[in-house]
């Protein structure tokens, strides 16, 4: 696949932008997991529109490891020399057209676990083997000083319920409503975000 230049993208084309990389990378396996990506990512969607959440966290949960696949579709600036973490990936290229609320959960969702796995022990027990594997290569629990930090981001409550969506959307054989569901729920989110401001 050639690089993608994200300076074309608006918030016309962003929804369907989205919609063509579950459809083409979607089908990707989990490492170590059950359910292929996209099936992890609707799953996700899913058990936060069963919790009732508002379309922001459920957009959130639905998007939150979508920078696996951005970061495949090329680099953001001249200046990267590296390959960006996937969460961080993910938020740079969602904060043109999505509200802080969206990209920090997408941002903060390997640092949820990081954050929840020190502050909640039970947490840790939880998880799948795979995620205890990635914890490891992403740092393993956070610090007494991280925890600080992180605790004040104003969207802590919304981060820590995308990583429990996250934790649940790993089972196999689950049937979820497709990508094509939610793009009208993610054209309302761009829309009202990008209102007056011309992407
Ligand atoms: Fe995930």
Known sequence: MGETDFSTLT????VG?????FERCG???????????????LQSAHFAEQANEPETVIVAALLHDIGHFISEFGTFSMEDVEDRFHEEAGAEVLEQFFPKLVTDCVRHHVAAKRYLC????????????????????????MSDEEVVVFEKNANLR????VRHYDDAGKRADMTTRDYSFYAPMIQRIVDVHCKGIAV
Do not use: C, W
């Open 11 to 14: 918030s016309k084309n962003i």
């Open 17 to 21: 932008f989205l919609g063509d990389i």
């Open 27 to 41: 089908g990707e396996e989990y490492l170590g997991e059950p359910v292929t990506m996209a099936e992890h990512m």
């Open 118 to 141: 020190a502050t909640r022990p039970a947490y840790f027990d939880r998880l799948s083997d795979a995620s205890v594997h990635s914890l490891n290569l992403q740092g393993g629990p």
């Open 158 to 161: 919304e981060i820590i319920k």
